[in-house]
T-cell receptor, first 116, second 108 residues
């Protein structure tokens, strides 16, 4: 089951490019998340949306800009990235509740981003 | 300051050799502890949620337990298909924090 779909799977871009990552969930969830995963490091939570409202932004640089047009879609717009931004970017979704962090999350398979 | 620490970083097992993974945490007011499995090239897959000390959950060869300071993931008689990275996530202090994971390799 691929309830959470991320595209593209791989992306190579220069530091001056602008690109977007897309995430779509088919699980009827109302909370969505962006994470950054670097080798040997814990997952870093970047953004959280619950019922299409941003509820958390963990001091992420402004070169990352999220967008949640509806409860099924989530985007991460990228511009002027740095080499240290190369990583796996994971999207997840969960049931909305009073406390979305207290729900198990369903992850996509990620976008592998490489910055030249 | 690390809130979630997983050990060991890597574990190599022979098929059938049972072992345990550790997830220790320092958050107060634990709201939930989650275990995930991640295969290479894939996103994490949810395994268990534990909410209070003394709670246990089982699924096939996996059993998760929880105390006030740590959680264990026991793998009984593992098979090669149990090879994966196992992630622990802790929700407490109004924050969700992940550990760096334990990579388990099971040899036939």
């Amino acid at each position: 089951e691929t309830g959470v779909t991320q595209t593209p799977r791989h992306l190579v871009m220069g530091m001056t490019n602008k690109k977007s990552l897309k995430c779509e969930q088919h699980l009827g969830h109302n909370a969505m998340y962006w994470y950054k995963q670097s080798a040997k490091k814990p997952l870093e939570l970047m953004f959280v949306y619950s019922l299409e409202e941003r509820v958390e932004n963990n001091s992420v640089p402004s070169r990352f800009s999220p967008e949640c047009p509806n409860s099924s879609h989530l985007f991460l717009h990228l511009h002027t990235l740095q080499p240290e931004d190369s990583a796996l970017y994971l999207c997840a979704s969960s049931q909305e509740s009073f406390d979305p962090f207290n729900q198990p999350q369903h992850f996509g398979d990620g976008t592998r981003l490489s910055i030249l | 300051e690390d809130q979630v620490t997983q050990s060991p970083e890597a574990l190599r097992l022979q098929e059938g050799e049972s072992s345990s993974l550790n997830c220790s945490y320092t958050v107060s007011g634990l709201r939930g502890l989650f275990w995930y499995r991640q295969d290479p090239g894939k996103g994490p897959e949810f395994l268990f949620t534990l909410y209070s000390a003394g709670e246990e959950k089982e699924k096939e060869r996996l059993k998760a337990t929880l105390t006030k300071k740590e959680s264990f993931l026991h793998i009984t008689a593992p098979k090669p298909e149990d090879s994966a990275t196992y992630l622990c996530a802790v929700y407490g202090d109004y924050k969700l924090s992940f550990g760096a994971g334990t990579t388990v390799t099971v040899r036939a």
